[in-house]
């Protein structure tokens, strides 16, 4: 700290020393405003959380209640999940043509390539860095969540 306070001595004179001292004195001044303002808000927000939070929670239980399997139990939450199980399983012959046709018109664009419009080009070109922003988030979560590599 005492090398940028002769470095603005030397560059500006006293007056330049001065002012990177009080610039350092109310940046920690503003920080610690800025801290005590948002531990603040966060009391505020967990307080009306506290006190509206049962309310919400009643209220989309009230609104989802066909939803709800009464009495909850081992076995009906065993029965749903094989219910769901062997309903994507049964939607796989429609996902599976919905593919194909994808794919065929994937192969008729591209025997039509010379005919290709720069929009969609520039869709397909936004396509494939989605696909791939979404493949690198995939490798990030499963690495642990580190950009550098894999936990040993």
């Known amino acids: 700290m005492e090398d940028k306070t002769n470095d603005a001595l030397k560059k500006y004179g006293p007056a330049g020393a001065g002012l990177c001292k009080d610039f350092r004195r109310n940046f920690g001044e503003l920080m610690a405003s800025k801290i005590t303002q948002l531990q603040s808000q966060a009391c505020q927000a967990s307080k009306f959380v506290a006190k509206h939070g049962t309310a919400y929670y009643k209220q989309l239980l009230e609104q989802n209640k066909q939803y709800i399997v009464e009495p909850p139990s081992v076995e009906k939450c065993n029965e749903l999940s094989k219910q ?13 043509e919905a593919f194909l046709k994808e794919l065929d018109s994937v192969k008729q664009m591209w025997k039509n390539r010379k005919e290709l419009k720069v929009e969609d080009a520039g869709i397909a070109a936004l396509f494939g860095l989605e696909c791939f922003a979404w493949y690198c988030a995939g490798e990030i979560v499963g690495r642990g969540f580190t950009f550098t590599g894999y936990y040993p």
């Open 84 to 96: 769901l199980l062997y309903t994507r399983l049964a939607s796989i012959p429609g996902r599976y």
